[in-house]
T-cell receptor, first 113, second 113 residues
């Protein structure tokens, strides 16, 4: 099956810094989703991308759907302590249901004061 | 609008027992998907229900089963529990129309002793 390669695996940054993470795959996708998960909670949808080349923002978060449809990027600007958590990219199987998501392995973000 | 509700929040069982987890989707959502999250394997798709019918199933043994009721509420059952079934079980609901957005509950943390 398709795999999503997410990097980096973890990041330690200073408060106020910008953050970038990405997901790549050998498969083509029609949708990219970015989630954040806090400890002991379920993933929360941050941004949904549906078109190649699309650039979408949600506050300090910006995500892009790669033009090749095989990758996506998430940027967080001016990080704050509440940005701490695990960020996941996800995409539905192209040949299957749009509700059958494959997830990346996650990026653990730590924001240092 | 209430989010996705999963019960119970925590569960402790012993090997060989069976367990039933419950999920109430967001009002108006017709699709419910189940995912298993473990530190080693990450988030993996279990199965998906739409209008009381299982539409897709992930690569899990037959001990994992589920169902959906006419009010869209869903249950998943795991029989003959194994130690490796210890995980956070997440339910996600969606409208069931394109483009899809999946919203997750807080999960049920299952520990098998």
């Amino acid at each position: 099956g398709q795999q999503l390669n997410q990097s980096p695996q973890s990041m330690f940054i200073q408060e106020g810094e910008d953050v970038s993470m990405n997901c790549t795959s050998s498969s083509i996708f029609n949708t990219w989703l970015w989630y954040k998960q806090d400890p002991g909670e379920g993933p929360v949808l941050l941004i949904a991308l549906y078109k190649a080349g699309e650039l979408t923002s949600n506050g300090r978060l910006t995500a892009q759907f790669g033009i090749t449809r095989k990758d996506s990027f998430l940027n967080i600007s001016a990080s704050i302590p509440s940005d701490v958590g695990i960020y996941f990219c996800a995409a539905p199987a192209p040949s299957g249901s749009a509700r059958q998501l494959t997830f990346g392995s996650g990026t653990q973000l730590t924001v240092l004061p | 609008k209430a989010g996705v509700t999963q019960t119970p929040r925590y569960l402790i069982k012993t090997r060989g027992q069976q367990v039933t987890l419950s999920c109430s989707p967001i009002s108006g959502h017709r699709s419910v998907s189940w995912y298993q999250q473990t530190p080693g394997q990450g988030l993996q798709f279990l199965f998906e229900y739409f209008s009381e019918t299982q539409r897709n199933k992930g690569n899990f043994p037959g001990r994992f089963s589920g169902r959906q009721f006419s009010n869209s509420r869903s249950e998943m059952n795991v029989s003959t529990l194994e130690l490796g079934d210890s995980a956070l079980y997440l339910c996600a609901s969606s409208l069931g129309i394109t483009p899809e957005k999946l919203f997750f509950g807080s999960g049920t943390q299952l520990s098998v002793l």
